[in-house]
């Protein structure tokens, strides 16, 4: 593009330029003017008002924060609450000596280097006539003391304090979570306004996601204060509207029976109610003290949990993805009878291996079961789990189909639960692969997806919720904590209603064929969880999984002996029950558990406690079934 | 007018004023822009608690800035007018790009990162649109044909809306003021301008609906600073506080209660007008708005004595831009305005506006040495 000369007359453009020119001026300098009016008004006319309200801003004002809102679990036993407990706290401008302040303090109760430095930091971020806490959490003999001392400190105050508390302990930390101090990150993402005078917010869990909730809204009131900053009146109040009650679905008493359940065990238990998508326990071990989190964790003590064997604050259930293993197969075989790739009474000859039709390397895909279960259908496979039969299965169907008809279930993808951050875990296709990859989907491949292993991956929670949907026959209900809030301004109580959506079989008898296959697993002559199965008041239905860590060469042997516990095999099982009329899904994933036919006995504890009340000791692990 | 002009002429003649043409910088507008930064870190250093880090840290950003406007001073009037749509293009296109994968911060969208650098595409559009309305317009007859006119309205709507869904209310009144002076100064008609004003106010309940929850809490503070005295009205509380009880003659440098007590809220920032006009009083606010004066109509003297249309267009919208900063930012100290975010310019602490605002007396000085160069 080249440099054009203007174009028109030059002296009329210029002449008119100047006109609007001279117009812009002259109304720059009277809206100047007006601003001078405005200065005007307010430091000469309105100058006594002013300056008396600067002389006297002694008036002030403080913001009164309102309570968090508590957490119950579905029958109404408190999972977090406040506390009152008494703090230290000095107001700046108050203090005379704040060296000596602070030494003087310091022999009458114990404050710590960072204490002081954090009080120091506090202070700089703060007005100088707002109290700044300098020791929490006082203990009765303390506060004596300081009720003594008081005279001795000028500006020195103890306050009451409502804070928050966890009565459960470490158990269901992970769904509730915790709150900890509002950091700068945080700050800048809040409406600092409403979280003046409030300083902790939800860190993690449903107290963080529900934070909107629970916190309430900021009230405050103007307070007139002497020349030493005491408070004499209050000259008008707006009080705080507390934060609103949560009620959970979660069954505190299941939820410790599930806790109990895995023991010392690394795992996660998610137990869901079919038909209302509500979570019944979702328990994640090794676990830790939430209360730890509150007034603030040291260094040391938050090294140590990070570097805890079993990695006590990794959310299991939320962030572990495993391979599902076997419990896949009651999804690839409905996947298969619904795509009339095989019918229900098809038998497959299992030899204890399959070799890929065309495949010249004649690799050998084993079977767990060297000698072979010989003529299978399908409810010999899923009771037995033979791995012949789905890899049959698989190879007929093709990885596509698989993915799509799991993805009906939400594999590879966010359950929607209430919690943040949430794994989407991974549902393989030849897409998928192709775009990560960048290769092209192997035969092979095909078949080891049929099982549960390969690129496959699944949370915990996804598998309770797929076992959900099984139940549900295709309908598929957001999985949430959340039954109820309770609102504090209108004590009206709002009810959370899940999401939903549905699909259908072609032939809807499927579904009760694949029930009628996992029943066996439980109560059949060969089912890999028939031990459990033993003496039981009800019928419960089932699948169990192992998901191998590592691949295992064709002709090597896995020795468990040798084996070391963090390369075992992870022990998977879902199940739900009572099986005429299914009212709870749980799904057991046992990191390094070795065998899913071992992790069923903890999904019966669960449900043996939900379904009869009580919590019959049976024990885990003395009974070992095959798979 | 003689008079001024002879007071021109002495330091037309002086040595350093000579140093300064040679490499094209407009010695009286220089000086303006010199006492008015200097001034600023005085307040600054109040404002600041007395801190010799902000203010060390302001005078690098101003060292910045003053390199950036020399730098942009030697650019020839010829380049800014080729580059015109192209920068505008890049503009629109960094526009949306912060829309769709911009950094989050305080809530909105603003800062595209290059990895290198963060910027805010927003600011450079303060100069790019009076640029590109300029070079638009002086092609063309003036005053502008009707179909010029919509096609202005859009080049300035499109930047305008882009900003204000990042949402960035103040840049976006900026920006649409610095297009909308083009316009102005390019000879809209007042009949035109009258029938758009009462559009405009039959727009605003629409406007309203539009706001974010935020924006219209401001507007009602204004209102009724009472009404949120923990939120957005603390702010105009204690700010007009601190003006009102400046009186006439102030408080005294480091001696305003209500800045040096932390009773004003960003008082470095958006509000340090108050800090000024507490410690200095009235007579102090008059001397300060009469450096913006002298900077505004120096800049229009050189608009208007510019060669060609693009040239007298585009100086006049960036004098006139720099106004409606300083008249936003003190109106809302002043609490006759909303509280939108635009600084005091040139004065309060920060770095983006002021190398922005300095390109643009860059600018201003490159038009000013076109015409010298012309009739030489």
């Keep these: ?627 | 007018m003689m008079n001024k002009t002879q007071v021109f002429e002495v330091s037309y003649n002086s040595r350093l004023a000579r140093a300064l043409r040679v490499i094209n910088i407009d010695p009286i507008l220089f000086l303006g822009i010199f006492l008015l930064t200097a001034a600023g870190l005085g307040i600054l250093y109040s404002a600041g608690d007395g801190s010799i880090a902000l203010v060390r840290a302001q005078l690098v950003r101003l060292g910045l800035a003053f390199f950036v406007m020399v730098v942009v001073a030697q650019i020839p009037q010829r380049q800014l007018y080729l580059w015109a749509p192209w920068f505008f293009a890049l503009g629109i296109i960094l526009l949306i790009l912060v829309l769709t994968s911009g950094d989050v911060g305080k809530g909105a969208q603003r800062w595209l990162d290059l990895y290198v650098i963060k910027f805010q595409p927003s600011e450079m559009m303060k100069l790019i649109t009076p640029m590109m309305l300029a070079w638009y317009l002086s092609e063309r007859p003036l005053p502008p044909t009707a179909k010029s006119l919509l096609i202005s309205a859009v080049l300035v709507i499109v930047p305008t809306v882009l900003i204000a869904s990042q949402p960035d209310l103040g840049t976006s009144i900026l920006v649409a003021a610095a297009g909308f002076f083009v316009v102005f100064l390019a000879g809209l008609r007042w009949r035109v301008l009258l029938g758009v004003a009462l559009a405009g106010l039959a727009f605003i309940p629409v406007l309203w609906q539009l706001m974010h929850d935020y924006q219209k809490q401001r507007v009602l503070t204004l209102l009724d600073p009472e009404s949120d005295p923990l939120g957005s009205g603390y702010h105009i509380i204690q700010s007009k506080i601190a003006i009102g009880s400046g009186g006439i003659y102030g408080k005294g440098w480091l001696n305003g209660t209500q800045s040096q007590l932390d009773f004003l809220p960003e008082r470095h920032t958006d509000f340090i007008f108050a800090v000024f006009a507490e410690e200095f009083g009235m007579m102090g606010a008059i001397v300060l708005l009469s450096l913006y004066v002298f900077i505004i109509l120096r800049s229009l003297y050189i608009a208007s004595r510019a060669q060609d249309s693009f040239g007298r267009l585009l100086a006049g919208s960036l004098g006139l831009t720099f106004f409606v900063y300083l008249f936003v930012n003190v109106g809302m100290v002043s609490g006759i305005l909303p509280v939108v975010g635009v600084p005091l310019p040139l004065v309060s602490y920060g770095g983006t506006s002021m190398v922005t605002l300095m390109a643009g007396f860059g600018m201003l000085m490159s038009i000013n040495s076109n015409r010298r160069l012309l009739s030489r």
């Design chain 1, 1 to 627: 593009m080249a440099y054009r000369a203007p174009v028109g007359d030059y002296s009329s453009d210029s002449r008119l330029f100047k006109r609007r020119a001279n117009v812009a001026a002259l109304i720059c300098v009277l809206m100047i003017a007006g601003l001078f009016v405005r200065l005007a008004k307010l430091q000469i006319v309105e100058y006594a008002h002013f300056s008396n309200l600067s002389e006297n801003n002694r008036v002030r004002l403080m913001a009164l924060p309102p309570n968090r809102g508590l957490i119950y679990d579905r029958n109404g036993v408190i999972l977090a609450e406040n506390r009152p407990t008494f703090h230290l706290e000095l107001i700046p401008e108050q203090v005379d000596d704040l060296e000596a302040t602070l030494k003087g303090l310091s022999e009458i109760v114990s404050l710590s280097a960072r204490d002081v430095s954090e009080f120091r930091n506090a202070m700089r971020a703060h007005r100088s006539f707002e109290s700044i806490s300098l020791r929490t959490r006082l203990d009765d003999v303390e506060v004596a003391r300081l009720a003594v001392n008081r005279h001795r400190f000028p500006g020195m105050d103890i306050s009451a304090r409502l804070t928050r508390h966890y009565p459960q302990g470490e158990s269901a930390v992970h769904a509730v979570g915790y709150v900890g101090r509002i950091n700068e990150k945080e700050l800048e993402t809040i409406d600092q306004g409403n979280y003046r005078g409030t300083s902790h917010i939800g860190k993690t869990g449903l107290e963080k996601f529900y934070e909107d909730e629970l916190h309430g809204t900021v009230g405050h009131q103007n307070v007139e204060v002497n020349a030493e900053g005491r408070v004499l009146k209050v000259v008008n109040k707006v009080p705080p509207i507390p934060g609103n009650d949560l009620f959970l679905s979660l069954d505190i008493e299941l939820q410790k029976v599930a806790e109990a359940a895995l023991a010392d065990r690394h795992g996660s238990v998610v137990a869901i109610e079919p038909q209302t998508g509500e979570v019944l326990a979702f328990a994640s071990t090794p676990m830790y003290d939430p209360n730890l989190f509150v007034h603030g964790i040291s260094y040391a003590k938050y090294k140590e949990l990070q570097t805890a064997e079993g990695k006590p604050l990794f959310n299991r259930p939320l962030f572990g993805q495993y391979p599902p293993g076997s419990t896949l197969k009651p999804f690839v075989g409905l996947a298969g009878l619904e795509a009339g790739t095989v019918s229900g009474d098809e038998e497959v000859n299992c030899k204890g291996h399959y070799l890929l039709p065309g495949d010249e390397t004649r690799r050998k895909y084993r079977d767990w079961k060297k000698e072979g279960h010989g003529h299978t259908d399908m409810d010999d496979a899923i009771e037995q789990s033979c791995d012949v039969y789905f890899y049959e299965l698989a190879y007929r169907m093709g990885i596509d189909r698989i993915h799509d008809f799991l993805a009906k279930f939400n594999f590879g993808q966010k359950t929607g639960i209430d919690l943040y951050g949430e794994r989407r875990g991974l549902l393989p296709s030849r897409a998928w692969k192709k775009k990560a990859h960048k290769t092209i989907w192997y035969p092979g491949e095909t078949l080891i997806a049929g099982i549960g292993q390969g690129y496959m991956l699944t949370t915990p929670l996804q598998l309770a919720a797929a076992t959900a949907t099984l139940v549900n026959k295709g309908v598929k209900i957001q999985p949430h904590f959340l039954k109820s809030i309770r609102l504090t301004e209108t004590a009206a109580t709002e009810i959370f209603e899940p999401e939903e959506s549905r699909f259908s079989l072609r032939y809807p008898r499927h579904w009760d064929d694949m029930f009628r296959a996992m029943k066996k697993v439980v109560h059949g002559t060969w089912g890999t969880a028939r031990a459990t199965g033993w003496g039981m008041k009800y019928k419960m239905a089932g699948k169990t999984g192992t998901a191998q860590v590592f691949g295992i060469a064709q002709d090597e042997e896995y020795d468990e002996e040798t084996v070391a516990r963090k390369l075992r095999d992870h022990g998977l099982f879902i199940s739900f029950a009572p099986y005429e009329a299914p009212n709870i899904a749980v799904a057991v994933v046992v990191d390094n558990g070795e065998h899913g036919s071992w992790m069923a006995p903890i999904a019966r504890k669960v449900i043996d406690y939900h379904l009869l009340g009580i919590n019959k000791k049976i024990s885990i692990g003395g009974q070992a079934d095959d798979e």
